[in-house]
């Protein structure tokens, strides 16, 4: 009896045990869990660049070249990121119907998903702009006013004071904005595409972007309102004074003249 009692296990034991399994158990699960997600993650990531190089082979290396290198119909895509292309592809601009002083938008030939497949093997031939996330142009929050005030130091002399688009030289034009989706906003302002000019973080800041975003859906919104009537653009009452002088004289003046020439030939009756 007094062998068997010896032979019984502490009963602390147990619970040493189970800790010592778990123990190896998470550790098992850390060495490689990450590494399978992050394979997962490469896996996945090659394929989305086999399939973008193969739609790029199809429908834009006729003028950018077959390995991105550009041509005399279109210029290079490396280092343009996947921004670019998410911009140029989600607005139906590319791939282009013929070149052209400036690419117009169209509707959409390609889906999101092959969209992403595209940028994703572009993105691989060099460094750029990533897409950004909803986080990155969700404007909720943001500073109108700043943004307004912003707006019309770096955009209005091409977009307008409401970003309606305007006319520049050489057949090109800024496009107006009014239906712009935030995240385009955002990827225009991040990589400058045709002839605007690029804004990255390191000149525009993240937050500067979304305020000017938020001045554009306040202005060009529903709710939005142009209290003096003819808002031409935007311009505000100068422009509707201008409008007023020189259609409101220029009645009046005719009505003049009519009125002035009736009333000799009664004379002369």
Known sequence: MKKLSARRRHPLAAVVVLLFALAVTGGLYAAFAPAGNAQADETAQSLAIEEGKKLYAVGCASC????????????????????????????????????????????????????????AYIASLGAGPSTPTEKQYDPAGADIARGGELF???????????????ALTNGKYAPNLEDVSPKHIYEAMLTGPQNMPSFPDSTMPEKQKKDIIAYLQNVN?????????????????????????????????????????????????
């Not at 210029?75 to 670019?84: F, Q, Y």
Request: charged share 15%; hydrophobic share 35%; glycine share 18%.
């Open 152 to 166: 019309r130091n770096n955009c209005a002399q091409c977009h307008n004071f409401t970003g309606e688009g305007g």
């Open 221 to 269: 919104g529903e709710k939005a309102t142009s209290p003096g009537g003819l808002k031409l653009g935007g311009l505000g009452p100068v422009s509707e004074g201008l409008f007023g002088w020189i259609f409101g004289l220029g009645t009046l003046i005719a009505v003049a003249v009519w009125v002035a020439a009736h009333t000799a030939k009664a004379k002369k009756s």
């Open 64 to 119: 950018h070249g077959t390995g991105g290198q550009g041509s005399s119909d279109g210029p290079s895509l490396v280092g343009v990121g996947a921004a670019a292309v998410d911009f140029q592809v989600s607005t139906g601009r590319m791939p282009a119907q013929q070149p052209g002083a400036q690419v117009p938008k169209k509707p959409v030939i390609y889906t999101q998903a092959e969209t992403d497949q595209l940028a």
